[in-house]
């Protein structure tokens, strides 16, 4: 199913889907990276937003994880600046 077919059902079923706080497994499956991904951008820098509700509870908002990615498009291999690599 494309990407923007999954939304808008999503959304039309659940108008606060975007927003939803979500766990790291589901942040982590929603973008196609490990958790061990989402783990290590958290302590380095360079990975979506998040939310730390407690010491050890981190969530994500979907809105938040697809404005990261969309940071991360480029139209050719010399726009990537391994610099800002996450």
């Not at 923007?4 to 039309?12: E, I, K, M, T």
């Not at 766990?23 to 958290?42: I, K």
């Not at 939310?51 to 969309?70: C, G, H, N, Q």
Request: net charge positive; aromatic share 10%.
């Amino acid at each position: 199913m494309p990407l923007f077919q999954h939304l808008s059902d999503n959304l039309a079923r659940d108008p606060d889907y975007l927003d939803r706080l979500i766990d790291e497994n589901e942040a982590a499956s929603f973008l196609g990276y490990s958790v061990r991904a989402l783990q290590g951008w958290r302590v380095k820098g360079g990975g979506p937003q998040f939310i730390k509700v407690s010491a050890r509870s981190i969530r994500y908002r979907r809105r938040d994880l697809i404005t990261w990615a969309e940071e991360k498009l480029c139209a050719n291999t010399s726009q990537f600046n391994a610099g800002e690599a996450a």
